[in-house]
């Protein structure tokens, strides 16, 4: 499987869990609970992000400018991401709280859909699937998955 391929069923995932805080951050009673769904989310997407900074945006940035272009972008969106989830931590009211978090998944949506409509076509073009297939190993050894 190529990492590419394992990076979007890990999106779709994702975007399952998205939908759902979406319904259930309006419904938190404090701060601290929105807070709690936050480090949840902020958990799971540094995982996530991690293995795309090492497997696909290293290689990436061997072929392009490093600079600007997608690559940056994506760096960039990924700081955006984490630094949202680091002043939720520091959030108590629940309006502010909600706000932040909402925002967050927000922006990770929108991060998704470029990495889904031109980072990852535009690494198969750049990189092949024999190197995609090989990250994709690397993949599934970090996820511990069995083939």
């Known amino acids: 499987m190529k990492v590419t391929q394992a990076l979007l069923g890990e999106h779709a995932v994702f975007t399952t869990l998205f939908t759902h805080l979406e319904t259930r951050i309006p419904q938190a009673d404090s701060g601290a609970e929105v807070v709690a769904l936050g480090a949840m989310l902020q958990s799971a997407l540094a995982s996530h992000a991690q293995l795309e900074d090492k497997l696909l945006f290293g290689a990436l940035e061997d072929v392009m400018d490093t600079r600007m272009g997608p690559v940056a972008v994506m760096r960039l969106e990924h700081e955006q991401i984490e630094g949202g989830l680091e002043a939720l931590m520091t959030q108590d009211d629940v309006t502010a709280a909600t706000r ?48």
């Open 100 to 147: 932040t978090l909402l925002q967050v998944i927000d922006t990770a949506r929108s991060h998704f859909a470029k990495e889904e409509q031109i980072l990852f076509p535009l690494s198969a073009q750049l990189l092949g699937d024999e190197v995609l297939e090989t990250f994709g190993e690397r993949w599934a050894s970090a996820r511990h998955v069995i083939e």
